[in-house]
């Protein structure tokens, strides 16, 4: 999942453009503070090097010990010194330009001043300041003072351009070790924060499925932290919602029936007797009449007693079995067998259908294709389901011709909302002025055959109420080889 305003993107920018502002203030604080920090410093590291050379002279060590101990001091603190004595003579010095510092040391000592010269500190016996060479443009850290009251002059000096350098050094540094580190860091915090943001991306998938009714995925990270509380809490949820959805797809389907039910059901009544005084007077009139001629003994040899006795069986089964089915299609069209709505797998279902009609199959001597066995679940009343499949499955057999072949097949629409399914079987076409007729309750096209298999015009229409209550579409088409009848569900995959 792309997302322009990612929390990773942000976090990454947040934290990046942070160490980046960190990085640009210590830049800014060495321009303004580093210069004067280390003039401090320079300053305190010249005074302490006057007082070990003052220490020095006057500890009482002899030439060469005092030579060792100024060539450490000035080692340590990279100072320039010169001592002389109160006629002027040197002492000790490190510097090759002795004279020039002698020349300075006088000036100091006649208090001479001019505009190149900065006091810094001032005190009885040594003077801090800042003074400019004007030969080479360079400025210096001094501090000149006297020992023993005039007895030794001492000057010591320091070159101040190498601290301008430091700083100028030390903000390059910054400015290369900061590139790196914002390239580093970026590359770093966009692991580190896709690491939090990719259970929050499971999260937002698995919100987006559950909002298309999509209750199979869970999350399965096994984290103890925050995210992990919600998507244990997320995986409850869907548990319910899916529970919840169910119960409302029941009661609102029973809600559009109960709607429809006291519109239709005068009508229905009517022609539910209609139908059944018409299907029932053809029945009862065989057996009348067989009847009667058992009773009169129109044929007294023991043969034609049992065809009379085997016809009168055979209507009373017929009947029997058009008024069962007769009440069970009543039942669904006045909304009085409550659909169980939930979800299961129609391929499984289609294969136990297949295989419960097996021996009518044989009896046929037809072959039926269906080949999926990939699960397909849809939301619907699996008992009436079954019932639809079944008669479309019995229809198909019953007009089955040529080559004697029935098929099967399952497929999900375009937007996979639906689900339609085709049983198609060869054989005769039906005339397209019958199609839509045959929905009708006791509608038969070919009412020959529809006796010869004993068929009452009702199968049809429990599918087209099945499919009427669950608010889905079902329907017949004609092919160049055959029929092929349809149905759809809903499918939430």
């Known amino acids: 999942m792309k997302l322009k305003h990612s929390i990773q993107r942000k976090w990454t920018a947040i934290i990046v453009s942070m160490i980046a502002v960190a990085l640009l203030a210590c830049v800014i604080i060495n321009n303004t503070f580093l210069e004067n920090f280390y003039l401090k410093d320079k300053q305190a590291n010249i005074e302490k090097a006057y007082y070990a050379l003052e220490e020095c002279l006057l500890g009482g060590l002899g030439s060469e010990e005092v030579l060792v101990k100024l060539g450490e001091m000035s080692d340590r603190y990279v100072i320039d010194y010169l001592v002389v004595d109160s006629q002027g003579r040197e002492m000790y010095s490190n510097s090759r330009e002795y004279d020039r510092l002698v020349d300075v040391l006088l000036g100091h000592i006649i208090g001479f001043r001019d505009d190149n010269m900065e006091i810094l500190k001032e005190t009885d016996n040594y003077t801090v300041l800042i003074n400019k060479d004007n030969r080479f443009n360079t400025n210096y850290f001094e501090i000149w003072g006297n020992l023993q009251k005039g007895n030794y002059y001492v000057l010591l000096r320091s070159p101040i351009e190498t601290i301008k350098d430091s700083v100028a050094i030390s903000n390059r540094f910054f400015a290369y070790v900061g590139i790196a580190v914002i390239v580093i860091s970026s590359i770093v915090m966009w692991f580190i924060t896709r690491r939090f943001t990719k259970p929050v991306l499971e999260l937002a998938a698995l919100s987006e499925q559950m909002s298309n009714l999509d209750f199979n995925a869970k999350y399965i990270r096994n984290d103890n932290d925050e995210i992990g509380v919600l998507g244990n809490s997320m995986n409850r949820l869907s548990e319910r919602l899916e529970k919840t959805i169910s119960e409302l797809k029941a009661a609102n389907n ?240």
């Open 254 to 493: 029973e809600l559009q029936r109960d709607i429809e039910q006291k519109i239709q059901i005068d009508e229905m009544r009517k022609e539910f007797l209609a139908n059944v005084s018409h299907e029932l007077k053809t029945p009862i009139a065989l057996i009348q009449g067989y009847a009667e001629g058992l009773h009169e003994s129109i044929n007294d040899d023991p043969e034609s007693r049992d065809f009379y006795c085997e016809v009168i069986i055979d209507e009373a089964e017929k009947m029997s079995n058009m008024v069962k089915r007769m009440l069970d299609l009543n039942q669904i069209e006045f909304g009085q067998e409550q659909l169980q709505i939930e979800r299961f797998d129609i391929v499984m279902l289609i294969k136990s259908v297949i295989n419960a009609t097996d021996i009518k199959i044989k009896q046929k001597e037809a072959t039926v294709i269906f080949d999926m066995d990939e699960p397909v679940y849809v939301w619907a009343d699996e008992y009436q389901i079954e019932e639809v499949v079944t008669n479309y499955i019995s229809n198909a057999l019953n007009h089955i011709d040529f080559e004697k072949k029935i098929t099967v097949t399952v497929e999900k629409l375009q937007d996979e909302s639906l689900v339609r399914v085709y049983v198609h079987n060869t054989g005769k076409n039906i005339p397209e002025e019958d199609i839509d007729k045959l929905w009708i309750k006791f509608y038969k096209v070919d009412k020959a055959r529809t006796r010869e298999y004993g068929g009452n015009g009702i199968g049809l229409s429990i599918v087209k109420a099945v499919m009427d209550a669950h608010n889905r579409q079902c329907g017949v088409f004609n092919t160049e080889d055959g029929v092929t009848f349809w149905f759809e569900a809903d499918c939430k995959n």
